[in-house]
Structures are given as structure tokens and as C-alpha cells.
């Protein structure tokens, strides 16, 4: 459908529904062909004036509709594309609606739809829908009752949210399960399965002493890759009693693996539906990074039960107050499995690597975001699409400000605020504005004088702040002058509409120490504050502190354990750099800094089209500090691991401008050629050492030995890049002889990118043969080729011809034509990789426009380039924008990157 008159809709236009609906029963008739609906609700009428009873609905087949048993004809009620609206005249009936959907028609994968031979649902946000009609927001909350009725041996498992009252056989092979919620909820937490699963399952006692079932269910076959899946819920609702004092609510908790799912999981009330990548794992078919992955997943989608679940959203602005929140809480869900039993030193660094992790996310997609045609606040004002709104600023900055809270008020202050927020809102449907009352009134106790205010604009305002840092010491007075001043330039939308008005500024914690010539750190004293860190409360536009005692010329390291998601900027010379990655005691901080000493180097090589001639002091440091760093027992193997890796594209086009992709992949190459030969020894030290370390270990994916096997394979990688004596050999021995994925992973990747032909085609055709039946694992055969170097458009079209390929699986459409768009950068900036991305998106919006919406964005930053390539980027925007079947998720992203 011709969508240029999409409604936008507006946050500040919401209005309660003006009826109650208590109880939802229903009862599907499944088949994948044609499936029947049943839906009984008993409605109540709230507002006293006669407002008509809307119902949304999509794709659907009206049988009949009936008010306390009579049947309504035609002229009784108004049905188009989307609506159903009713006049009903008691303030108290049951309406029932008979309707049909059709599950294996439905490629958007959003309501019911077939993947394999199961049936899932997937309703957030507006899927239900799809299902039935009825009040599709989240602040309509309803106790379900729910029957399912298919056919015995197709679909052996029927399966929906809370516990099952009754199983029973019915005539013909058929039979049925009905599924009582005890809890009541919104529509976009209902989900239903059938099929024939395995599933592996454990009894648990929680801390309460009550008996909780845990299930994970999966494809016949898939069972022995579940044990990881089962182990991460067992750990995440152990986590929730320790760290959070919540508890499961629940007699029965199920998982299902999806082999067909648009985003990674999904928190329907005790009925988790997942992508399977994100519950399928053993050491032959999953690398580390996908077992902690998962680990991270499972723990997302279990504390939404209660951080989303038992408190959820008022309207669909206020998504970032579960999103950014249950984001958080699996972060330091993963950070504590990390750190468990590390003495304190160990665990800081544990924590620290996963914090980096973090922060290069959210720099790796957020940044950008924050800065380009999508721009939004953590909640936002408007929008036409609420699938796009799934963003990394909804999910990933809304994480970075609740973590601030936390650095605020402390972990004991924010606990007791989480406290405060579920006595007061337990069971209902709120806004960001509540969770924040609840923090402040805790605040407020804690720090009398100070507020929230002016924390609160994080949740308004677009845009990544920048904050600059001005130092001047004087010898004389042993005093050390901080001026911090904060920017927020206007982005987005704000850019056309009111470009001139200032923001007003943020509450920004910033985090700071300071270290003298020897890198020793300066004990800070001001204001009454003391400490090697301090957090100071930067809540104007500029502020200015004091340090007292400041014997030496100081080196600042700043905005610690990255306090507040900003941009920091500072003019260090190249040597406090090197400094502060040899010595600085914050991990962070010392990770950072070698981080922007390198940013450096490759900004001066792209800049001269990859040449090292320019950088060569710098690049000399950054060798000698890494070859330092190499050797630095106290540092753990995943922590050197991140020291050793190089800034990516996507961040550094971020710091480029105009952006110029091409120049800055061929610096990024050519330095860590330089990197491969000039730390020849030190390679071969590491690759070594992690090598005995890990000999004669069976395979864990625990922290330890996934940092071992990273950093041995990191030392590999830059052997192959610098062309090193026999490494391209032990690269394919490793690869041949690996006795799990990471290993195998860590052989082919620098073979795919460095290898002669032949060497490099064998050994993807051995790769395929082994793993052709696992989908998962022919996912990775695709992303490797997708992002390999020398992989150009026409080698993506001939995979795309492959028999494994299909645009319908959202896994495979993302392993290929996702990673070749986004981040295969000397592949896809030509005209030939622009046009096949516009065609790419427009074939998929026919299939699946929240997908094709994804796809859309992978040059939110056209606007930047460099002409040449803005022009080329442009004409296939417009294109798009004239494709008479746009959907309304494609349409919102083109027409904002046009505007
Ligand atoms: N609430 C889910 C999660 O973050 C994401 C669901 C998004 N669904 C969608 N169709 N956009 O855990
Ligand atoms: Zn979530």
C-alpha cells in the first residue's frame, strides 16, 4: 500500500482507552493454511460518554461477531484495512469475535506465522493484530485463557503463556491444551507455539522454596545443543533473587528456539520466544562470542519478566523505560558471570572487558544513529513505524542512562529506587517519567539540595553530547584548574526545524582522575570530595573545579569506566596517550587511550589513502606500547585482546569527515600489516603462550578460556595480515585440526582474507561440506564471505544464487546481504554495491518490511560522504522513495534520509 500519508503519530497525543477488557479467552483452531480464532472478551466501558469500542486489526478474515450472544450484522459496526469500531450501548458485555489468518502466508513474521513446521507468534508491538481484533496497546491489560486445537502428530506441542489447566485428546488425531496467565497483560505479551520439539528441562527451587519448572524446546536433532541455554536461565533467575531481590512469579518458565525470527528474543509472559541463535550452542557449532551472546540474551529476556513483564509501557514512547532497563540489567547480569570468583583486581578487569564490549556498541551503532537522519531521543516524540523505533538509542543509550542513575545514587541507592518503582507500580503501565520519580525520591534523600531535573532532559534530547576539557595547573599554587564544558549540536529532524536553539544542558556524571609524569595516580581534593576517582556533576553548560595539593604537571584520565555516553574531547599529545595505555590503574581509561592513540594513526593514514609515512612517530608509539602492554602479566589475555583490536570502520567514519569509507579500510589494512610485522615476536610470544595455556583443556566457553583462545587467535590474525613466515600454514592447520568453532573460526577467517585462491576455496568447501545441515553454522559460511575483503557485488549475487540462500530467513538475509551492506566497506562504496543495496531492500519489503526497514539504514550517514559518493547514494534513495508499494517501515527511513 501507497504509504505518503502515513500518520505520524505523536507522543504527546496519547489518551487512555476508554474501556477495560479484564478477560481475553480464546481458541485457535491451528493449521498452518488457515487458522481459526475464537476471541471472548468481556469488556467494561471506563469512560462514561459514548466513546465507540476500536479495535485494530490486520490481514484478517471476519467470520462473525457477536454482544452477549447475538449477533451483530454489518450495519452494527465499521470494518476497513486496520479497524474494526464498535457502538456498543451496555456498559458491560462479552464480545465475541470469530476470525481467520492465514499462518503460512504471513512472511513478516510479525503475529502467527509458520517457521519449519511449527507455528510461532511474535506481537510486539503490533502483531496481535494479526491474531485477532482487539485493543493493541500496552495499557490494555487482560488475564488470558487460552485453547489450543490442532493436529496430533503435526504439532505435539501446543504451548502458550502461564500454566497448563488441561491436555486432551479430541476426535480425528486432534487434540488440545488449554493455558491459563494468572497474571494480567498486555496483547504484545500473549505468544502461542506448536510443533514437534525436543526439550530439555529442570526442576528449580527458588528463594522462596517454591518449585519452578525450567524448559527449553528446540527442533528434533537440536537437543544437545540446549544444555548452555538451560544453564544461562537456571544462572539468570538465581542473579535476579541475588543482585535484584526479585523473584520468579511463575510455576513453569519455557524458551523455544525459532529458526525464522526478526529481531534475537522475545519476552512473552512465560513463554520466551527466541531466534534460534540465540539458544542453540555446543563447542562444535557456536564460537565464544555466541555463547556469551547467548548468555546475554537468556538474561534479557528472563528479567523483562519482571522489568517490562510486571511493570510494562503506557504507549510505545515510553519503550526505553523496559528496553533501556532490561538492557542494563543484562549487562551487569553478564559483567557478575564474568567477574564470579576473581579475586578484586581480576574481576575489575573482567568487568572492564565487558564494559568495553559495551561501549564499542553503542559507539559502533548508536553514535552514528545519534548523528544522522534517524536521530531520536531515548523516548521519542513521534514516529509512523514503531518497529523502526527498536533502536540502539531505545535500547543501547536508554542502558547508558539508566547506568548513570546507577553511578549516581550507587548501587545501594539504586536498589532501593528499583524497590520504590515496583512498590508504587507493580502490576500497572507507566512512563519513563515514573521510573524516574522513583529514583529521584531516593536521590533526593541521599543528596538533600540535589534533584534529577536535570538528569531528566537524557530522556528528551537527540544527539551525542561532546564535552570539552580545559586544564591548566600552576606550579605556585599547587592548583589544578578543571573547566568542563557541554554541547549537544542539533541533529536529525532539529536540523531543519529549529537548528538554532540550544539545548539546555545535561546532568552528566563525569568520571575522572589524574596521574602524574610516572603515571602514579594523584589523590583529588575538592570541594570536600577526596579520592583517585571522582565523579563530578557536570550540570551546566560550562563548570569549572578546583584540585587542590596538585604537586606535579598532572595527565587527566578521563570520563572513567566511560561515565555518561559523550563525546570527550581533550588535546593530549601523542605521549600522555602512550602514558595513560601503559599505566593509567583504570582499566577503562587505560583501554581508551590506546584506543584514541591509534584512531590517530589511521585518521592520519586515511587521510593520505592509507600511507604510514605521515603517522610513522605515532605508529612507532603505539607499537611500543602495545609490545608493553604484550607483556604485562597483570593484564588478562581478553583484556589484552581488546587492547590489540583495532578501532573498527563504523567507528571511525564517525570521527572522519567528510567520510571518506574506501581510504579509511585501507588504512585500517595497511596498519595492521604494520602492526603484524613490527610486533613480529611479540605474535609469536602470545600465540604461544595461549596455546599452552589452553593445551590439553577440553573446550569451556567460560570468560577465561574464551580471552585465551581470543587473544591467541588476535596474535594469529596479524601474523597472516603481515604475511609472516609459515603463518598462512598454521592458520590452515589450525582450521583443519580445531576441535571446536572459535578455533576453526580464528583458522578460516585470516585464510578467506589472505589466502592464495586455491588455499582459501578449499578449505570454504570443506567448511560447507561438514556444516551444510546446521543453519546456524552455513550462516557464518556466509558472513565470512560477505565481509571478506575481496568480495565484490557480483561474488555477493553468486552466493545469493546459492541453494542455501534465501532472502526469507532473516538469519540468512542478514548473514549475507546485512554484512556485505554494512560492513563490507571496500566491497559495497561503489555504484554497483549502492544499487544492489536499493535493490536488496525493496525485494525484502515485499517480504518482510520490519527487515527491509533495517536494511534501509545502512547509509544513514550518505549525508557525510564525500560528494562523489552522496550523489551515487542518493540516486538510489530516490529510487526507493518511488517504488509504488512501499511499506510504512521503509517509507519512514527513506523519506527521513531524504529530508
Ligand atoms: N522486546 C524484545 C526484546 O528486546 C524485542 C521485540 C521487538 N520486536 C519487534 N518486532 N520489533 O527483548
Ligand atoms: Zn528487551
Keep these: 500500500m501507497r504509504t505518503d500519508t502515513a500518520p505520524t503519530i505523536l507522543r504527546q497525543d496519547y489518551t487512555p482507552y476508554p474501556f477495560r477488557i479484564p478477560t481475553v479467552d480464546l481458541t485457535f483452531d491451528l493449521a498452518p493454511g488457515l487458522t481459526q480464532v475464537h476471541s471472548r472478551l468481556s469488556v467494561e466501558r471506563i469512560h462514561p460518554e459514548a466513546a465507540p469500542l476500536v479495535l485494530n486489526g490486520e490481514a484478517l478474515n471476519l467470520i462473525s461477531i457477536s454482544i452477549d450472544g447475538h449477533v451483530l450484522s454489518p450495519e452494527h459496526y465499521q470494518l476497513d484495512d486496520h479497524q474494526l469500531i464498535l457502538h456498543p450501548e451496555k456498559a458491560a458485555f462479552t464480545l465475541e469475535i470469530i476470525s481467520t489468518c492465514r499462518p503460512a502466508e504471513n512472511t513478516s513474521l510479525m503475529g502467527l506465522y509458520q517457521s519449519g513446521h511449527s507455528l510461532f507468534t511474535q506481537c510486539e508491538a503490533e502483531g496481535f493484530r494479526r491474531i485477532t481484533w482487539f485493543a493493541d496497546r500496552p495499557d490494555v491489560m487482560s488475564r488470558y485463557t487460552v485453547t489450543l486445537q490442532a493436529d496430533k502428530t503435526q504439532f505435539p506441542h501446543l504451548l502458550s503463556n502461564g500454566n497448563l489447566l488441561h491436555h486432551q485428546a479430541l476426535p480425528d488425531g486432534r487434540h488440545q491444551a488449554v493455558w491459563e496467565d494468572p497474571h494480567p497483560k498486555p496483547c504484545y505479551l500473549f505468544a502461542l507455539v506448536a510443533g514437534d520439539f525436543d526439550c530439555r528441562e529442570k526442576t528449580i527451587t527458588t528463594r522462596s522454596g517454591r518449585q519452578a519448572l525450567l524448559q527449553v524446546y528446540c527442533d528434533k536433532g537440536d537437543y544437545p545443543r540446549t544444555a548452555w541455554a538451560l544453564d544461562c536461565l537456571e544462572r539468570s533467575v538465581l542473579w535476579d533473587e541475588s543482585r535484584f531481590n526479585l523473584e520468579l512469579d511463575l510455576d513453569r518458565f519455557m524458551i523455544v528456539a525459532a529458526r525464522d525470527f526478526n529481531m534475537g528474543a522475545m519476552e512473552n509472559k512465560g513463554l520466551n520466544i527466541f531466534n534460534s541463535a540465540y539458544v542453540l550452542a555446543d563447542a562444535q557449532t557456536a564460537t565464544d562470542a555466541s ?3 547467548i548468555e546475554s540474551v537468556i538474561g534479557h529476556e528472563y528479567f523483562h519478566n519482571w522489568t517490562g513483564n510486571r511493570i510494562t509501557c503506557r504507549d510505545w514512547f515510553q519503550l526505553s523505560l523496559k528496553e533501556g532497563l532490561t538492557v542494563f540489567r543484562d ?18 578487569s573482567a568487568r572492564t572487558v565487558k564494559r568495553i564490549d559495551d561501549v564499542t556498541a553503542l559507539r559502533t551503532a548508536q553514535f552514528p544513529e545519534d548523528a544522522g537522519p534517524m536521530a531520536h531521543p531515548i523516548r521519542p516524540d513521534s514516529y509512523q513505524e514503531i518497529g523502526n523505533f527498536y533502536t540502539a538509542t531505545v535500547y543501547e543509550k536508554g542502558a547508558e542512562v539508566i547506568r548513570m542513575q546507577h553511578t549516581l545514587l550507587g548501587e545501594p541507592g539504586f536498589q532501593a529506587g528499583m524497590a520504590e518503582y515496583f512498590r508504587r507500580h507493580d502490576g500497572q503501565a507507566v512512563t519513563c517519567d515514573d521510573f524516574v520519580n522513583a529514583m529521584d ?13 536535570a538528569f531528566r532532559r537524557w530522556y528528551a534530547q537527540a544527539g551525542t553530547p561532546r564535552v570539552s576539557v580545559d586544564l591548566q595547573y600552576d606550579p605556585q599554587t599547587a592548583q589544578c584548574v578543571l573547566t568542563l564544558s557541554q554541547r549537544c549540536d542539533p541533529v536529525g529532524v532539529e536540523k531543519l526545524q529549529n537548528p538554532a536553539v540550544a539545548k539546555p544542558p545535561l546532568h552528566i556524571p563525569f568520571a575522572l582522575g589524574l596521574l602524574g609524569a610516572d603515571g602514579s595516580p594523584i589523590l583529588l581534593e575538592t570541594d570536600g570530595l577526596s579520592g583517585e576517582t571522582l565523579v563530578l556533576d557536570l550540570t551546566q553548560t560550562t563548570q569549572t573545579w578546583v584540585f587542590k595539593n596538585v604537586t606535579q604537571r598532572p595527565v587527566p584520565s578521563l570520563l572513567r569506566n566511560f561515565s555518561a555516553p559523550v563525546i570527550v574531547e581533550y588535546n593530549y599529545t601523542d605521549e600522555e596517550l602512550a602514558l595513560l595505555a601503559r599505566k593509567d590503574p583504570e582499566p577503562f581509561s587505560r583501554w581508551e587511550a590506546g584506543q584514541s592513540l591509534a584512531t590517530r594513526c589511521l585518521l592520519a593514514m586515511a587521510g593520505k589513502q592509507g600511507q604510514s609515512g605521515t603517522a610513522k612517530a605515532a605508529i612507532d608509539l603505539l607499537a611500543a606500547t602495545w609490545a608493553d602492554i604484550a607483556g604485562d602479566a597483570s593484564l588478562s589475555p581478553a583484556y589484552k585482546t581488546r587492547v590489540f583490536t583495532l578501532p573498527s570502520e563504523r567507528v571511525l567514519l564517525e570521527k572522519m569527515s567528510p567520510i571518506n569509507p574506501p581510504a579509511l579500510a585501507l588504512a585500517r589494512r595497511a596498519l595492521r600489516r604494520q602492526l603484524g610485522q613490527a610486533l613480529q615476536d611479540t605474535w609469536q610470544t602470545l600465540y604461544d603462550d595461549m596455546c599452552a595455556t589452553l593445551d590439553g583443556q577440553t573446550y569451556s566457553p567460560d570468560a577465561a578460556s574464551a580471552g585465551a583462545r581470543a587473544l591467541k587467535n588476535c596474535a594469529l590474525a596479524y601474523q597472516v595480515a603481515a604475511t609472516v613466515s609459515g603463518a598462512l600454514e598454521r592458520a590452515e592447520r589450525q582450521y583443519y585440526n580445531a576441535d571446536n568453532m572459535t578455533d576453526r573460526m580464528g583458522g578460516l577467517t585470516p585464510l578467506v582474507n589472505h589466502a592464495p585462491e586455491d588455499v582459501k576455496t578449499r578449505a570454504l568447501a570443506h567448511f560447507y561440506d561438514q556444516w551444510q545441515a546446521n543453519p546456524l553454522v552455513i550462516d557464518r559460511w556466509f558472513a565470512l564471505q560477505a565481509t571478506a575483503s575481496s568480495t565484490t557485488v557480483a561474488d555477493v549475487q553468486a552466493l545469493m544464487a546459492h541453494p542455501a540462500f534465501t532472502l ?15 560492513n563490507n566497506i571496500q566491497g559495497v562504496y561503489c555504484e554497483a554495491g549502492y544499487a544492489f543495496w536499493a535493490e536488496q531492500v525493496m525485494a525484502l519489503d515485499q517480504i518482510n518490511p520490519e527487515i527491509a526497514a533495517r536494511l534501509a539504514r545502512a547509509f544513514d550517514h550518505w549525508g557525510r560522504l564525500v560528494p562523489k559518493e552522496r550523489q551515487a547514494i542518493k540516486l538510489q534513495l530516490e529510487k526507493i522513495m518511488q517504488r509504488p508499494s512501499l511499506s510504512r517501515n521503509v517509507y519512514e527511513i527513506i523519506s527521513k534520509a531524504l529530508t
Excluded: H, I, T
Design 441 to 453: 525520591s531516593v536521590y533526593r534523600q541521599q543528596a538533600p539540595g540535589k534533584d534529577l531535573a
Design 331 to 348: 549487562q551487569e547480569f553478564s559483567a557478575d558471570m564474568m567477574a564470579r570468583g576473581l579475586p578484586d583486581s581480576a574481576a575489575l
Design 808 to 822: 526469507r530467513n532473516p538469519n540468512r538475509a542478514r548473514s549475507l546481504v546485512f554484512q556485505f551492506c554494512l
Design 291 to 293: 555463547f556469551e551472546a
